[in-house]
């Protein structure tokens, strides 16, 4: 059983940075693919981005490149770096897990899930 530890999120005004954070216990992760999406209020998830499992391929939604950088660690940990926050990005941050390489747009494919850690991008 997958368990996920998501931390990070905050307030932050917009043009600011966070790091979000979210250690994987359970299993070895040499064979998921890890994403991050994002829950607005209101609004169903979307992909925000998505690291492969051997090649550790990056993945980003168009909104967020250039500005987002995806990574993992040999420890079971999958980070994101968020820079240039605006009001857009404000939602529930989820980390989840799928078996093989990744597609942000099937959200249904990845099986495991995090709670989330709210991201607020506010003056």
């Known amino acids: 059983q997958l368990q996920f530890v998501e931390s990070g999120g905050a307030l932050v005004q917009p043009g600011g940075s966070l790091r979000l954070s979210c250690e994987v216990s359970?299993?070895?992760?040499?064979?998921?693919?890890m994403g991050w999406f994002r829950q607005a209020p209101g609004k169903g998830r979307e992909g925000v981005s998505c690291?492969?499992?051997?090649?550790?391929?990056a993945y980003y939604a168009n909104a967020v490149k250039g500005r987002f950088t995806i990574s993992r660690d040999a420890k079971n940990t999958v980070y994101l770096q968020m820079n240039s926050l605006n009001h857009e990005n404000t939602g529930v941050y989820h980390c989840?897990?799928?078996?093989?390489?990744?597609?942000?747009?099937?959200?249904?494919?990845?099986?495991?899930w995090g709670q989330g850690t709210q991201v607020t991008v506010s003056s």
């Open positions: 690291i492969g499992p051997s090649t550790a391929a």
């Open positions: 359970g299993v070895t992760l040499d064979h998921y693919a």
């Open positions: 989840a897990a799928r078996w093989g390489e990744c597609d942000l747009s099937k959200l249904s494919s990845y099986n495991f």
